[in-house]
């Protein structure tokens, strides 16, 4: 078996409001393309924040944007303060920093931030990848954790989630893994996330983040 069902695991949610910062708001609503991007090299899209209660907290660092999540099963969302279209292209590194490899990392679609509700595409560094929904209902899973060769145990995964009007693509390191259709209305926007499963004390890194608006 590889891990309990997701219901039982999501015992703390943690979620982490991003910028204020009002240039990449103009920038964004300005710019006809529909596309956002971020290195992670300071504040922009994405900003650092430190959770009071001592669970979370995400640093610039090592060219990157880490998330260190303090104990056990418990999410951390971060998302960028700009209006991102519904059906979107969602792109990013994430890389395995410290703690164990079970941890997972991921991308949101159609995702609420009131309630976190939403499309979550996740991969874990042990070389699995699960895609499930939370709704109103509670979580439901999609696609169940499956094996891949896909997932590097170290260094940098490239993942991608497709949202495109009910319509679902997730890719590993740029080979599609999974596509499936999804009628549930939920939110319009995105986020990416960390989640530790049974060791506190992880760390992942993202980095190279790019979101491009589908027509």
Known sequence: MKKLMLPLLALLLVSCAISDNLSDLVAAFGNQSQTFSSDFEGPGLFDAYSDPEGLVESEFRNGGLELTIHEEEVYFWI????????????????????????????????????????????????????????????????????????????????????????????????????????????????????????????VIRFDNFYAEGLE
Do not use: H, M
């Not at 929904?133 to 979580?139: D, H, L, P, Q, R």
């Not at 319509?167 to 499936?180: L, Q, R, W």
């Open 79 to 202: 998302y960028p303060d700009v209006v991102t279209p519904k059906n979107i292209s969602v792109q990013v590194d994430v890389i395995y920093v410290q703690g164990d490899p079970e941890t997972g990392a991921g991308i949101i679609c159609n995702y609420n931030y009131e309630n976190d509700y939403g499309i979550y595409f996740e991969i874990t560094f042990d070389g699995y990848y699960v895609i499930f929904k939370e709704t109103e209902a509670g979580w439901e899973t999609i696609e169940d954790f499956t094996f891949t060769d896909l997932v590097n145990s170290s260094g940098a995964n490239r993942i991608k989630a497709v949202c495109d009007n009910g319509s679902y693509d997730f890719y590993i390191n740029d080979e599609i893994v999974s596509s499936f259709a999804e009628t549930t209305t939920l939110g319009d926007e995105i986020a990416l996330y960390g989640y530790t499963y049974f060791t506190p004390e992880s």
